[in-house]
């Protein structure tokens, strides 16, 4: 039953009318939290987004992505030590969490927080988005949000009850021998990569992304089209920068 759920999953991108009850939702947040967190510190918040205009405002940091503005419910997952700080400063503790090794700390638990949201949705008949565009546009999405220091926008995820999801196309993933190694990690020779990509490669969606982008390999649509490096470094800057701004300082 578990593999199943698994196997079938689907991300819905398109949303019916019907609406998200509030104590659903809820329920859902409190199952998630019951994921697993670092010292028991759950170093996360999540920012319940239904205000229409507050999902126009937030639209365009997203690349007015459909989603944001047609799903009933967008959730912002936030890193937060600031709730953590508050309580230290409240119980003669000095906090001391402005560091890197803290901020990777608050990304893992509010990563694996998001997703064991994401399951427990789809498992009550939601449908889910991950939008990949939270941290290239940070600062912004804080602005709207009105997020204090300490505190990051990490993935923002859209929900709602899906309109078609007969309609909404199964996502690809790699065999589970791309990515699986025995004991130590496997490098990847010429022949095994192949191997590893090549039903990837070979579906017509992704034949139809290399002819449309001009390419001569699937590889060079992430390199050039989606990913690019120029790009990569550029969200890199704004991020670190407004890392840094939020109060986790790089050089510590």
Not at 187 to 192: A, I, K, M, W
Request: aromatic share 12%; hydrophobic share 40%; net charge negative.
């Amino acid at each position: 039953m578990v593999n199943e759920y698994f196997k079938n999953r689907k991300t819905i991108r398109k949303y019916s009318s019907r609406p998200v009850d509030g104590e659903l939702l809820r329920q859902l947040i409190e199952a998630a939290a019951e994921a697993p967190t670092t010292g028991g510190m759950q170093l996360y918040s999540v920012v319940v987004t239904r205000d229409e205009e507050k999902k126009r405002q937030l639209a365009p940091h997203h690349f007015f992505q459909k989603m944001v503005s047609e799903a009933p419910v967008v959730l912002t997952f936030c890193a937060d030590f600031n709730r953590m700080d508050c309580w230290c400063e409240a119980s003669d503790a000095v906090p001391c969490y402005g560091n890197f090794q803290s901020f990777l700390s608050a990304m893992l638990d509010v990563t694996v927080f998001a997703q064991q949201f994401n399951t427990a949705a789809e498992m009550a008949g939601l449908g889910c988005c991950y939008i990949g565009t939270t941290t290239y546009n940070a600062p912004q999405i804080a602005e709207v949000l009105e997020l204090p220091t300490m505190v990051l926008p990490v993935v923002t995820l859209t929900v709602g009850y899906p309109a078609d999801p007969d309609a909404e196309p199964k996502a690809e993933r790699l065999p589970v021998e791309a990515i699986m190694h025995d004991e130590t990690y496997h490098d990847y020779d010429l022949e095994r990569i192949r191997a590893v990509y090549a039903s990837k490669e070979a579906l017509e969606v992704n034949k139809g992304y290399v002819a449309e982008n001009g390419k001569q390999t699937l590889a060079q649509v992430f390199t050039d089209v989606r990913y690019p490096k120029a790009n990569n470094e550029a969200f890199s800057k704004v991020f670190v920068d407004f890392m840094q701004e939020q109060g986790f300082k790089i050089p510590f």
